[in-house]
């Protein structure tokens, strides 16, 4: 089975509205609604820059059953690994088994600005790591210690604890991640489009991390998300998606470039025909299934849709009526281990 949902942005739309979004997903019968968590945006004009955490909890407060959660923050540098402990385990006393957390190395788009060095991914990864035994240990543990080559915890205890087992996850575009994501999450997030290296690199380096945790990879969650932009009119609905440009050139996730004003104007070179060749830009159910049917026959479990629609409501409307209904049953080809 496979699972459709979608990411409400803060980078480009305001947080009210937002609002108004998740309660719409809820109200289509949509199971879980994940949300950026940005301190600067991909794109400059028009963009928005509302904080996330607030916001997960008006949106579960509005809320009944739909499950909230970051599709990434970073515990690395802006976010000490203790407070994102303390800030999720207590979203989920109040609004108990409805919330979850996806963590990743993180981008220089948001620690630069916030006062951080932008280190090499060697050392994000490491502090990512610890970041996770830190945040695992708080939710279930007292009094921690902790001394590790980034943090240092001592005498560390969250009075309020989760009341369930909160998911963890981790964002991965490469092998590294995607092994730590198998070994010590709960699942696999990527933003990851390209069929080969899906594929080849990332969905076999989770297996082979589950499979050495003594996991099995197929009971865990392996999401993919994605813009995508849906009007019955196809160049509305093209033309809508032009603010991720700049989210499209890969090296951005990785060096140090914290500008919108700069990212957008590189963001120039990508192309319409690009935009269309790689995301779901729809003006039809039947085109939306079969444009997500590739992704359900890789092994995902979960699709999510980053909703840049003209109008938003008709994108949801009809995930929620035809095209998740249509993918329920979709059985994803198995992809073997490799060497990672």
């Known amino acids: 089975m496979v699972r459709i949902s979608f990411m409400v942005a803060h980078e480009q739309v305001n947080s009210r509205d937002l609002l ?3 309660a719409l997903m809820e109200e289509n019968g949509l199971e879980r609604c994940w949300s950026s968590d940005h301190y ?32 990434v923050t970073a515990p690395i540098l802006r976010y000490n690994p203790a407070i994102v402990a303390q800030v999720f385990a207590t979203l989920d006393n109040m609004f108990p088994g409805r919330t979850f957390l996806t963590v990743g190395t993180g981008e220089s788009l948001n620690e630069v600005p916030t006062g951080n060095q932008w280190p090499p991914y060697p050392e994000r990864l490491g502090r990512l790591k610890e970041a996770m035994q830190v945040i695992k240990r708080l939710w279930s543990e007292d009094w921690v210690d902790f001394e590790g080559t980034y943090y240092t915890i001592k005498k560390s205890n969250l009075y309020t604890k989760p009341e369930t087992k909160i998911p963890l996850y981790v964002a991965a575009l490469g092998r590294q991640s995607a092994e730590l994501a198998g070994a010590e999450s709960d699942g696999l997030v990527t933003n990851e489009v390209n069929s080969t290296l899906i594929k080849e690199r990332l ?19 392996k999401a993919v998300l994605m813009p995508a932009s849906y009007d019955e009119d196809k160049q509305k609905a093209l ?14 996730f990785d060096v140090n470039y914290p500008d919108p004003r700069d990212i957008e104007e590189n963001g120039q070179a990508v192309g319409n025909d690009t935009i269309e060749k790689m995301m779901p830009v729809i003006s039809s159910a039947e085109e939306g299934i079969k444009k997500l049917q590739k992704y359900a026959d890789l092994g995902f479990t ?4 980053v909703n840049s629609s003209p109008d938003r409501s008709k994108l949801i409307e009809l995930v929620a009526g035809q095209i998740a209904p249509a993918l329920e049953g979709a059985a994803g080809e198995r992809v073997t281990t490799a060497e990672a």
């Open 239 to 252: 033309e809508s998606m032009g603010y991720w440009k700049g989210a499209m050139i890969k090296a951005f």
């Open 203 to 221: 969905l076999p380096a989770f297996e082979q991390g589950a499979r050495q945790a003594g996991k099995d990879p197929d009971s865990m969650l």
């Open 302 to 305: 979960d699709i999510i849709l």
């Open 40 to 71: 600067m945006p991909w794109w400059h004009t028009g963009a928005a820059g509302g904080a996330t955490w607030p916001w997960l909890g008006a949106a579960l407060a509005r809320t009944d059953d739909i499950q909230v959660g970051t599709s």
């Open 20 to 22: 108004k979004d998740v």
